[in-house]
Nanobody, 121 residues
Framework: QVHLVESEGGLAQPGGSLRLSCAAS????????MSWVRQAPGKGLEWVSG????????FYADSVKGRFFISRDNAKNTVTLEMNNLLPEDTAMYYC??????????????WGRGTQVTVSS
C-alpha cells in the first residue's frame, strides 16, 4: 500500500526558510516522478515542483523558481522541498504527491495528508 508522509511544516518569518520532507513507501520509488503541490486558504491546488525518478530533471512553478529547491534520495525513499526567501503568499497546506509513472506531466495517483506552512511576521 502506498504511503506518503510529509514532515511537519511550521511557521516562518518572511525571508526565512523551511524544509519539508516526504517519506514514501509501498511502491518502487525511483520509478516514479514526485511532486509538491500546495493549497492556500480559499484557493485551489497549485503545483509547486516536480522531480523525475532519477532526480536529474527538476521543474518549478514560476511563483517559486529560484527560491524553492526539490531533491530526492532514492536510497531513503524521500523527497525534499527546500524553501527559501519565504513570502506570506507561500502560506499554504503543502502536499507530497506521487506521479503515475516517471513523467512529471502525468497525473498524481497518491497524495500525502499535507503539512501546514505559515509565513508571517
Amino acid at each position: 500500500q502506498v504511503h506518503l508522509v510529509e514532515s511537519e511544516g511550521g511557521l516562518a518569518q518572511p525571508g526565512g526558510s523551511l524544509r519539508l520532507s516526504c517519506a514514501a513507501s509501498g511502491f518502487t520509488f525511483s520509478a516514479n516522478a514526485m511532486s509538491w503541490v500546495r493549497q492556500a486558504p480559499g484557493k485551489g491546488l497549485e503545483w509547486v515542483s516536480g522531480i523525475y525518478g532519477a532526480g536529474g530533471e527538476k521543474f518549478y512553478a514560476d511563483s517559486v523558481k529560484g527560491r524553492f529547491f526539490i531533491s530526492r534520495d532514492n536510497a531513503k525513499n524521500t523527497v525534499t522541498l527546500e524553501m527559501n526567501n519565504l513570502l506570506p503568499e507561500d502560506t499554504a497546506m503543502y502536499y507530497c504527491a506521487k506521479v503515475a509513472g516517471d513523467y512529471c506531466l502525468n497525473p498524481h495517483d497518491y497524495w500525502g495528508r499535507g503539512t501546514q506552512v505559515t509565513v508571517s511576521s
